[in-house]
């Protein structure tokens, strides 16, 4: 089992940033793919960023390409997500997710480990 905390959401006004991090219980987590994901009232959670094991791969939703960057430290067993001139549409609760599915997952089921989600509101 690997437990994942997320920290860093709050309010926001439009145009600023935030920074969220992920903090993995186990070493373990450094072979997983990593994901973040986010969910809006009333919406299918969706996905933000997804980073391969080793950093090697990288997947942004187009909403936040050339906004939001994904990285991760396995020496930490931590991930973050940089998010720079956010928007209102950003505004959702956002998960951390660690899958160990081979390759380079995408979707919500591939993901067998979450957090409980850290609530990013940006104003307008």
């Known amino acids: 089992q690997v437990l994942l905390v997320e920290s860093g959401g709050g309010l926001v006004q439009a145009g600023g940033s935030l920074r969220l991090s992920c903090a993995a219980s186990?070493?373990?987590?450094?072979?997983?793919?990593m994901g973040w994901f986010r969910q809006a009232p009333g919406k299918e959670r969706e996905l933000v960023a997804a980073?391969?094991?080793?950093?090697?791969?990288?997947n942004y939703n187009d909403s936040v390409k050339g906004r939001f960057t994904i990285s991760r430290d396995n020496g930490k067993y931590t991930m973050s997500l940089q998010m720079d001139r956010l928007k209102p549409e950003d505004t959702a609760l956002y998960f951390c997710?660690?899958?160990?599915?081979?390759?380079?997952?995408?979707?919500?089921?591939?993901?067998?480990?979450w957090g409980q989600g850290t609530q990013v509101t940006v104003s307008s």
């Open positions: 997710a660690a899958s160990k599915v081979w390759g380079f997952p995408l979707a919500p089921r591939e993901y067998e480990y």
């Open positions: 186990r070493p373990a987590v450094s072979s997983y793919a």
């Open positions: 980073i391969a094991w080793n950093g090697g791969r990288i």
